[in-house]
């Protein structure tokens, strides 16, 4: 497996324009979370969807943040319109509940979208 | 979730053992104790994970104390590419899927 994938790596855009990033899980995976990380806040979870429901969105930050999971292999988070304050490094990971019943098996991140805004 | 208090930083000799402390003293019975590690520039790596009883895997130990009050991560021989941040979270994974991570401790490996 090829692990998560996002894309893009790096991204660089001016204020006020409207940015998407993406994610493609492990296939089987049934959760999936988007982080945020910067030096001040360090690891941030912002949202997170369980069989594509999105389940608990209480980290995004405000309105301008939007994230979607139209099918198990795809999720988009969208920020518009973007403001330099949201410059960070942004990770998707997923994950599988158990047979067990507990999600005892660890999560999966991708390698992050280096998000600049100036 | 629990509390967990880790160290800042440490610092490790090359091809020492690597004791990571974590305390989780407000620990509930049905959380477990998890283990991931952030190589810079990188995404969190899983590293291991366990309820009561010690585990090992092929990257580490996992100590836990009787009360479950701390625990320790060992790395038993150590290379200069486990530096890294090692983040300690306790989690009832039968409570949803969330993962908070603290500000970890940033081990470092010298030659």
């Known amino acids: 497996d090829a692990g998560v994938i996002q894309s893009p790596r790096h991204e660089v855009t001016e204020m006020g324009q409207e940015v998407t990033l993406r994610c493609k899980p492990i296939?089987?995976?049934?959760?999936l979370f988007w982080y945020r990380q910067t030096m001040m806040r360090g690891l941030e979870l912002l949202i997170y969807?369980?069989?594509?429901?999105?389940?608990?969105d209480s980290g995004m930050p405000e309105d301008r943040f939007s994230a979607k999971m139209p099918n198990a292999s795809f999720s988009t988070l969208k920020i518009q319109p973007s403001e330099p304050r949201d410059s960070a490094v942004y990770f998707c990971?997923?994950?599988?509940?158990?047979?067990?019943?507990?999600?005892?098996?660890?999560?999966?991140f991708g390698s992050g979208t280096r998000l600049t805004v100036v | 979730d629990a509390k967990t208090t880790q160290p800042p930083s440490m610092d490790c000799a090359e091809g020492r053992a690597a004791n990571l402390p974590c305390n989780h003293s407000?620990?509930?019975?049905?959380?477990?104790v998890y283990w991931y590690r952030q190589i810079h520039s990188q995404g969190p790596q899983y590293i291991i994970h366990?309820?009561?009883n010690n585990e090992t895997n092929e990257m580490a130990s996992l100590i836990i104390t009787e009360d479950r009050k701390s625990s320790t991560l060992i790395l038993p021989h150590a290379t200069l590419r486990d530096t890294a941040v090692y983040y300690c979270?306790?989690?009832?994974?039968?409570?949803?899927?969330?993962?908070?991570f603290g500000q970890g401790t940033e081990l470092s490996v010298k030659p």
């Open positions: 990971a997923s994950s599988l509940w158990g047979s067990s019943g507990a999600l005892s098996y660890g999560y999966t």
């Open positions: 296939s089987g995976h049934d959760y």
């Open positions: 969807f369980n069989n594509n429901v999105p389940i608990d």
């Open positions: 407000t620990i509930s019975g049905n959380e477990y």
């Open positions: 366990g309820l009561k």
């Open positions: 979270i306790v989690r009832d994974p039968n409570q949803g899927g969330k993962l908070i």
